[in-house]
């Protein structure tokens, strides 16, 4: 649809905005993730899963995403709650497009998915109308081909408006919302999640920030979408620090290694510390530690003692220099005058 909005039409579009994840005019991977629905803010679209697997119950992915293992030729249903928290009556879309892991980001690709497990999903109702504060239930059903292959596959549950009136009514707003799919797909019981922390370190950032940088990998059979701390104990004069939140990527895929990193105070000692690494993805949790310390620990106030030393230094050999060549032109002198001396008798 075309055309330019009136005012008040227009005004009201605008206020209509999709919670958390936004993809704008067309195409592009957006990071996606789930809120619950207390988290909506007012003046948003919000999606939130209603079901969850019995097996699920250790896997807190479960409580907010899709996820499954199931054997070929099954079938799965999820229930999923829209709220609108607009003034206005919205129309929401729903339908299941293709995501994928990379570099510790769950990426949602915009629009229909053909792979897989989004060809395999469907969403009833495809469309819905949310009044001013209203809500609405759909059912996500993925039907697991009877010739599935073993492994997991990652997808996104779409709910999508669409504003075709932004400014001269050419340019089409399109505001997602997303919940993920995990949907693994094999005999027996689901494959046994795992990780390692491979690895803790000291570093220091461009800007000069000391950093506790652990390397974590996925040694399982699920994806993981993980959390942590680091703690420092024995450091300079018995001191210890913490515990500071690791960073690392939303999700952690199959196979992949990625660095956690903690970025600490400038004004940390440099150490040495021990660095204790926590690690948890659901109910699994791994421990590691180092002795650390951070490298070309200089603070500002230790950078300038050097300089003033180095200056004092400098200072202090340039009047040697001075005081040895003032020597050497009072030798230089006497000698002569000796020497005139001599010759006079």
Known sequence: MRGRAGPARGRRRRRVAVAVAAGIAAAGAVAVVAPS????PPGSIGLQLLDAPAAGRGDPRAQLYVVDHVAPGTTIRRRVRLTNTTASTVRVA?????????HGAFLGAAGRGRGEPSSWAGIVPAVSRLRAGGGATATVTVRVPDDAAPGERYGIAWAEVRDAAVGDGRITQVSRVGIRLYISVGPGAAPAADFAIEAVRAARSADG???????VRNTGGRALDMNGTVRLARGPGGLSAGPFPARLGTTLAIGDTERVT???DRKMPSGPWVARVTMRSGVLERRAHATISFPGGETPADHRLVVVVVGLGLLLLLMLLAAAAALRRRRRRRATGTTLYQNAD
């Open 209 to 215: 920030l000391p950093m506790v940088v652990a390397t």
């Open 262 to 264: 903690t970025v600490l």
């Open 94 to 102: 729903m339908y299941a497009g293709d995501a994928a892991i990379r």
């Open 37 to 40: 629905a207390s988290a909506v």
